[in-house]
């Protein structure tokens, strides 16, 4: 029992606790801004760059070819899959890597300013050694 109790106390300890929301709030935030992404911005860029949908954006390596059938039903060619470079999914990918990040930046930077400083530790008095090593100084000036 020794055990559960001690992860017990891990597990509930403030920090882990911390970031644990932490990283359920960052997963359906990245979800928020994948679709504001991919419902808003990227609409609006279509419209700029006459109508091309990031998704639709690739690199063909390879054009594909559909499966040829004979009179009789069977298959003569069989289907070539397309081969691809799709880069506008990881353009789109991007822009939201870069929302996330400066979103994150503004609520670290946020969070770091309302943070109170914290006092400066009061100076430790002097040592023994110190203070006999001060006794005798003094005795010597005498």
Do not use: C
């Not at 403030?14 to 970031?19: A, K, T």
């Not at 691809?84 to 991007?94: H, I, P």
């Not at 969070?111 to 914290?118: A, G, T």
């Not at 006999?132 to 010597?140: G, K, S, T, V, Y």
């Amino acid at each position: 029992m020794g055990m559960m109790k001690e992860f017990k106390d891990f597990a509930m300890k403030g920090n882990l606790v911390d970031i644990a929301v932490g990283f359920v709030m960052g997963a359906a935030f990245t979800k928020l801004v994948t679709a504001f992404t991919g419902g808003i911005v990227s609409p609006l860029i279509s419209l700029l760059t006459d109508k091309v949908n990031f998704q639709d954006l690739k690199w063909v390596l390879r054009d594909g070819v559909a499966e040829v059938k004979d009179a009789a039903g069977a298959v003569s060619t069989p289907a070539v899959a397309e081969v691809a470079v799709k880069y506008g999914e990881f353009l789109q990918t991007t822009i939201d890597f870069i929302i996330v990040a400066f979103v994150m930046f503004m609520v670290v930077k946020a969070v770091n300013k309302m943070k109170q400083p914290e006092a400066a530790p009061a100076p430790a008095g002097p040592t023994e050694d110190q203070k006999l090593l001060a006794e005798i100084r003094d005795l010597l000036k005498k």
